[in-house]
């Protein structure tokens, strides 16, 4: 009898070292695996840290309007696919998406699930007369994302890029004060509208609106997209949006504001030159001519032609007195 109970006693406490060993190496495998997961996830983490602070060169921001869509796609197929392969610069068709009519908002849905391009902006019923409010939200958007970009270029979606020039020169530009660059075609002694849909109720500053890059085109460093972001509810809206930037940035020291005739982004296009960096005004048609003879013959015109004059800025003098077009040898 005894010999029996022994015997179950050393069945019992076999049966209960095996309880016991599968359960410590079991915890240990799920300590493994919890440990792997968690390196893992801490891998993706660095990783998508990585990608995040990984340099954009150039955020490229296209105001367009909803319905836009075949000037988009012209876009798409033509000066944007300068840099299709250039991961140092990004670009957003910028729309405001408030009160969209249901077959729109379904035709955009559509085309952001094809391009994934879009900058929607839910505060921002998309009209002319919301322009100052759809740039300071982009400013906004891009500042919550904390994007690492060094350069932001907004422009319109009848403008046409040489990207591929812009991004060779912001790479080389040596300025000491290219953290603070405000580059574009600058103008000092435009006269406040006071009629018209460009009129300006809410001006009070002079009669001239502060020296301005104009809106076809113009390039900002980082830390002005994030000024003006960071200090958004203080600011007020006038009726231009390009104007509402140069009064924002009126202020801020160390401003570098580098005029540039290659910047053809006046309220008409001043004709075709080979030197154009960014050139406004232009339809579908004038966008796949410039991009065919860019691919043809690396130049932007088939023939350079001039309609007006352009000027360089003097900023030695007064803003009334900064832009005399006067020099014909000036693109």
């Not at 988009?72 to 729309?95: A, G, P, Q």
């Not at 000024?227 to 020291?253: P, Q, T």
Request: proline share 2%.
């Amino acid at each position: 009898m005894l010999h029996i109970i022994k015997r179950r006693s050393v069945i019992l406490s076999s049966i209960f070292s095996f309880i016991i060993g599968c359960t410590f190496t079991v915890s240990l495998l799920n300590l493994d695996n919890c440990n792997n997961l968690i390196n893992g996830h801490n891998r993706t983490l660095l990783s998508n840290k990585y990608t995040k602070s990984n340099d954009i060169l150039l955020i490229i921001l296209i105001l367009t309007s909803p319905v836009n869509v075949n000037r988009r796609n012209i876009i798409r197929d033509t000066w944007l696919s300068l840099f299709n392969n250039d991961t140092v610069v990004k670009h957003y068709f910028v729309i405001g998406s408030d009160n969209l009519f249901e077959d729109t908002r379904l035709r955009i849905e559509e085309e952001q699930s094809r391009y994934h391009d879009l900058m929607l902006l839910p505060n921002v019923v998309d009209n002319y007369s919301s322009l100052t409010r759809k740039i300071l939200e982009a400013f906004l958007w891009l500042h919550n994302r904390r994007d690492n970009f060094q350069y932001m270029l907004k422009c319109d979606d009848d403008s046409f890029v040489q990207v591929d020039k812009v991004v060779s020169e912001l790479k080389t530009r040596k300025l000491k004060s290219e953290g603070s660059l405000y580059w574009g075609f600058f103008n000092g002694r435009a006269q406040v509208k006071v009629s018209g849909k460009w009129k300006e109720s809410d001006w009070i500053l002079c009669d001239y609106y502060l020296p301005y890059a104009l809106g076809g085109g113009y390039v900002l460093a980082q830390r002005l997209v994030h000024f003006i972001a960071s200090n958004a509810e203080f600011l007020r809206l006038y009726k231009s949006e390009d104007v509402s930037v140069g009064v924002w940035l009126s202020a801020v020291n160390d401003v570098h504001r580098k005029h540039d005739p290659r910047f053809d982004t006046e309220f008409v296009s001043r004709g075709c030159s080979n030197s154009y960096l960014v050139t406004h005004k232009h339809n579908e048609e004038d966008m796949k001519k410039m991009f065919f003879s860019l691919q043809k013959t690396g130049k932007l015109c088939d023939i350079e032609h001039k309609l007006r004059k352009s000027y360089n800025y003097n900023w030695n003098v007064l803003p009334s007195k900064c832009c005399i077009r006067n020099d014909s040898s000036i693109p």
